[in-house]
């Protein structure tokens, strides 16, 4: 056997600590449910609202390139003819 001591009280605050950040967590998530249920009672749109959120966590160079490689690839699949949609749809 090793005369390795492990420091059992200091592992056990580690864990006792990660387990309330854990309920924590759970908790606010909790919290975010209810927000998104009562906007949606108030006739708003829960996966715009969710888009939103998303998009003002990217910095704005970040947004403004996702938009522009998203208009790209619309108007590059709207400009395709017929027989390229369906070939590769094939």
Do not use: H, P, T, Y
């Given at each position: 056997m090793s005369d390795v001591t492990i420091p059992g009280g200091k592992i056990r605050a580690f864990v006792e600590r990660i387990e309330n950040i854990d309920?924590?967590?759970?908790?606010?998530?909790?919290?975010?449910?209810?927000?998104?249920?009562?906007?949606?009672?108030?006739?708003?749109?829960?996966?715009?609202?969710?888009?939103?959120?998303?998009?003002?966590?990217?910095?704005?160079e970040e947004r403004d390139e996702r938009e522009s490689m998203l208009d790209l690839y619309m108007r590059a699949m709207e400009q395709a003819t017929p027989a390229e949609k369906t070939a590769k749809a094939a």
């Open positions: 309920s924590e967590i759970q908790q606010l998530n909790e919290q975010k449910k209810e927000v998104f249920a009562e906007a949606k009672g108030d006739g708003f749109d829960v996966k715009i609202l969710k888009e939103i959120v998303k998009l003002r966590k990217q910095d704005e």
